[in-house]
C-alpha cells in the first residue's frame, strides 16, 4: 500500500513510499530544518536532502544538503513542518533510520541512526552494513 508522505510545493507529482521503507525525523531535527528554512529570502521551503555514497573509510557515507526542488526519484518525508529527501537508491540503505540533529561542545550537526548499519567510523558519517 503506497500513501503520500508529502507533497512539495515544487512537486509535480505526489511523492508516494511503500509502507515499509521510512526514515523519521526527530523533533530536534526538524526544528532545525524549519530554523534553516526560515532563515533564506526565498519564497520556497528548504528541504534537507540525504544521500548514501559509496566510499569513506568504512564503506559508505552520508551526504546532506538543503534544497529547493524534489527530484523526480525522490521519496519525501514530513513531520511537524520539516520535509527530508531520500532518493530512492539511498532509501534501500536508509529505511528504519532516524534523523537527529545534535548540538554537543565541538560542533552541532546532522546525524543518521542507521539500525542497518554494522560498523562507522569516527567521523560518524561514514558506516558500513
Do not use: W
Not at 8 to 33: G, M, N, W, Y
Not at 74 to 90: N, Q, T, W
Not at 100 to 128: H, I
Amino acid at each position: 500500500m503506497n500513501e503520500i508522505i508529502a507533497q512539495p510545493e515544487s512537486a509535480e507529482v505526489p511523492v508516494t513510499q511503500d509502507e515499509f521503507q521510512t526514515v523519521r525525523l526527530t523533533k530536534a531535527a526538524a526544528k532545525r530544518i524549519r530554523e534553516l528554512s526560515e532563515a533564506e529570502d526565498d519564497t520556497k521551503s528548504l528541504m534537507l536532502r540525504i544521500a548514501v555514497d559509496g566510499g569513506g573509510c568504512s564503506g559508505f557515507s552520508y551526504q546532506f544538503s538543503m534544497e529547493n526542488d524534489v527530484q523526480p526519484d525522490d521519496v519525501a518525508f514530513e513531520y511537524r513542518g520539516a520535509v527530508l529527501l531520500v532518493d530512492k537508491v539511498s532509501l534501500e540503505v536508509l529505511s528504519g533510520s532516524e534523523v537527529d540533529f545534535v548540538e554537543d561542545l565541538q560542533a552541532s550537526s546532522f546525524r543518521v541512526n542507521n539500525p542497518k548499519a554494522v560498523s562507522t567510523c569516527g567521523c560518524g558519517t561514514s558506516f558500513s552494513i
